[in-house]
């Protein structure tokens, strides 16, 4: 049952064209970034090599007081650095805990921006939403990069903030290897809303509907649509469906052998797969491969499975057209998605 809801859900989605997904690779090489990044983090950069995530900070790192004069920022103990994020606290002292000592906080993780802020365009391609503090709160910037949001919350002005992040950008994230249980589907995880999807992305919205949202994008040099499917507001699976097309259909075969070796060298060994012929008219005549695909007759799947994901690549054909997906569902959404599924289909009757 498992394979055949996602293998229907990977059936049922709209061909689009592609572009590729631009993504900041820009780095500084280790040596250079801890040179360059502001004294009072210097006292961490041997943490920062180790963690999965790429981690901005800032070159310059100035504020003054209400009295003008400098203010002197020290990296707290109260500080975080976990698999999926980090909290720099910065204090008055390295001992600060508490509100009184606080200086602001430097943090990266997955989610989105909260709503009602002014937006600001950074340079690289950055969007940030900036949130003017109120009481003993300190202004704050946040971006998107890569799926995560960094959060930037610092004593002084807007100016000065943006000129903090700012340095951040310039400098580049420190080069650290992905960690490849981070994420679920490209820089999304299982259980997001739309609008953490949509801002985990940098594509911009190809289409949308009440239940999904499409982008057009590629793998592997070959168009595609990217599909995100919603139950409640909650991502539960996501797709790629290939539009591109051959003279010969027997490339498709190729095409489908390549994605499997890519899927294969992210997940492993397939958990399971098949070629299966419906129709075995043309199954001993390799040189009528392609018209039998496009004719429905032969159906290739393969499968794999992670602690939280199950993955399924399908090609088959109808009339003459070739239809080659692959589909991500989130084990945890599976009842969920099977459900909803079903509801959607004895709609249409």
């Not at 720099?88 to 909260?114: E, F, H, N, Q, T």
């Amino acid at each position: 049952m498992r394979k055949a809801i996602l293998l229907a859900i990977v059936a049922c989605l709209v061909y689009v064209a592609t572009r590729a997904l631009a993504q900041d690779t820009r780095t500084a090489s280790p040596e250079t970034w801890e040179m360059q990044v502001a004294a009072p983090f210097r006292s961490i950069v041997d943490q920062a090599k180790n963690w999965p995530i790429p981690v901005y900070l800032p070159s310059l790192l100035e504020a003054k007081d209400f009295e003008n004069k400098p203010i002197r920022f020290f990296v707290t103990a109260e500080s975080y650095f976990g698999p999926k994020g980090y909290q720099i606290r910065l204090g008055d002292r390295p001992d600060c805990s508490g509100v009184v000592c606080s200086l602001g906080v430097i943090s990266a993780g997955i989610g989105s921006p909260p709503t009602g802020g002014e937006e600001i365009e950074l340079s690289h391609n950055t969007r940030a939403t900036y949130f003017e503090g109120e009481g003993n709160c300190h202004n704050t910037l946040i971006f998107i990069k890569n799926g995560l949001m960094y959060t930037f919350a610092l004593p002084g002005s807007k100016e000065t903030l943006i000129q903090i992040v700012e340095s951040a950008l310039q400098l580049g994230p420190f080069p650290v290897a992905s960690c490849p249980d981070l994420f679920d589907l490209r820089k999304t995880t299982w259980g997001m809303t739309k609008e953490q999807v949509k801002a985990s992305e940098e594509l911009k919205p190809w289409g949308e509907e009440d239940d999904m949202i499409f982008y057009r994008s590629e793998l592997a040099g070959r168009s595609c649509a990217l599909a995100y499917r919603f139950v409640d507001d909650k991502l539960v699976s996501g797709s790629y469906v290939f539009n591109h097309t051959h003279t010969n259909q027997s490339d498709f075969f190729t095409d489908f052998d390549t994605m499997r070796d890519l899927l294969t060298e992210k997940y492993g060994k397939p958990k399971w797969g098949d070629t299966t012929w419906k129709n075995s008219l043309y199954r001993n005549e390799p040189e009528y491969r392609g018209l039998a695909l496009g004719m429905g007759h032969i159906t290739k799947t393969a499968g794999w499975s992670t602690p939280s994901t199950d993955i399924s690549m399908r090609l088959t054909g109808d009339n003459y057209k070739v239809q080659f997906g692959i589909g991500y569902i989130g084990k945890r959404f599976e009842d969920l998605a099977e459900r909803a599924h079903n509801k959607k289909s004895k709609d249409k009757l």
